[in-house]
Structure formats: C-alpha cells, structure tokens
C-alpha cells in the first residue's frame, strides 16, 4: 500500500470515529423534556403554571449562555425561586428542583447535563419552537441532522479515496 492511501485510510477510521463519538451519549431535546415531564417538574412548569415552562427555561439557558462565561453566575444573577430566595450555583438550583418532585440522583444527571449543554450553546434550536426560528440559517440542526452530515462527510472522503487510488494506480 502506498503511503498516499493510509494516509487517506487513516482520515476515514478517525472521521468515523469521530461521527460516533460525537452522537454518542448525547441526550436530545425530546428524551430530555421527557424525563422533566415524567419527573413531574411539569407540575409548576408549565404554561400557566407556578413556574417558567421548558420552553421558557430552555430560551433562558440560551440567552444566559450568551450573556454570562458561567452558569453559576447566571443562575445566582437570574433565578429568584418563590419570591425572594437565590442559588448561589446551578447545583444548588438543581438540589432544590430535585428535593420538589423526590427524583433521584441518576434521574436529575441527564436533565443536568441537558441544561447545561443548552447554556454552553450546543443544544440546536429547533425552529418547531415558537421563538420567531432563531435556528441558523433557518436549518433544522439536531442530532438527526448532525448524524446525516456527519454521514455526508465519511460519503466524501471515501469518493476522494477511491479518486486518489484510482489515479495513482493509473500512474
Ligand atoms: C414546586 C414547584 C416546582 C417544581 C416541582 C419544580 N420547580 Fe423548577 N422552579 C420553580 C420555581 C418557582 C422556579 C423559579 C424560576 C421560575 O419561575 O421558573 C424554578 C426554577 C427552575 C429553573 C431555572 C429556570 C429559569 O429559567 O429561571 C430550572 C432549570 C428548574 N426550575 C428545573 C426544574 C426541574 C428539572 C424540575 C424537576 C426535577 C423542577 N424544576 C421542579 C418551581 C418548581
């Protein structure tokens, strides 16, 4: 094999990997609304309700993110729980959310990881969401779509690898 070709074989294992790694163990929005939903967070979290609803809670993690480095400071800046108490980090927000509906550790963790991959930006808007499709360029990015151009990506590197053997077989 020339060097050309495991070089080229080489970009392929890892931009494979790569695609794997980064759909894998990520939560996304539905499993994540879900598990609010079936830990009953929903009972003052809704439209209407004593509390924001998700939609409400996720647009603010966005807008957060982009305003402050830390989710500590956004939430001891931003949330005022019944009235007048303050968290002095997103953990101890958490804590007090988990101690309202009796969830356990392991249930909290996903939703947790969830917010805070909101905050850190990474979470795709959807434009489904009513918040005028603020997604980029209007495209729907999520998991799904990240997989497909991920795909798209190993599709195209595998076509210039067959290009590059063919020609310099031809050689
Ligand atoms: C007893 C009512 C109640 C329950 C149950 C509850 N919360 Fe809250 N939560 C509040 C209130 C009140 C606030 C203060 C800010 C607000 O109104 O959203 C708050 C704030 C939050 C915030 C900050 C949102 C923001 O935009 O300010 C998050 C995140 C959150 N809760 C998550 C949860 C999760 C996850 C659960 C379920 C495990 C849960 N909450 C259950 C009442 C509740």
């Not at 967070?41 to 939609?55: K, Q, Y």
């Not at 959310?97 to 969830?103: D, F, S, W």
Request: with cysteine.
């Amino acid at each position: 094999m020339n060097r050309g070709l495991i070089f080229i074989l080489g970009l392929l294992l890892f931009s494979s990997l790569v695609a794997v790694a980064s759909t894998y163990g990520a939560v996304s929005e539905e499993e994540a609304r879900n598990r609010f939903t079936s830990l009953g967070c929903t009972s003052c979290h809704r439209p209407g309700g004593v509390a924001r609803s998700w939609d409400e809670i996720i647009s603010n993690l966005r807008s957060w993110g982009r305003q402050y480095q830390d989710i500590d400071e956004a939430v001891s800046n931003e949330v005022i729980y019944l009235g007048n108490i303050r968290f002095n980090s997103f953990d101890e927000l958490m804590a007090q959310m988990q101690r309202n509906v009796g969830a356990s550790d392991s249930d909290m963790a996903m939703l947790k990881e969830f917010f805070q991959a909101v905050f850190r930006g990474e979470v795709a808007d959807t434009p489904v969401a009513d918040d005028g499709g603020q997604g980029g360029m209007g495209i729907p990015m999520n998991m799904d779509t990240t997989s497909i151009v991920l795909a798209v990506v190993v599709i195209v590197i595998v076509v210039v690898a067959i290009a590059y053997i063919r020609t310099s077989s031809s050689k």
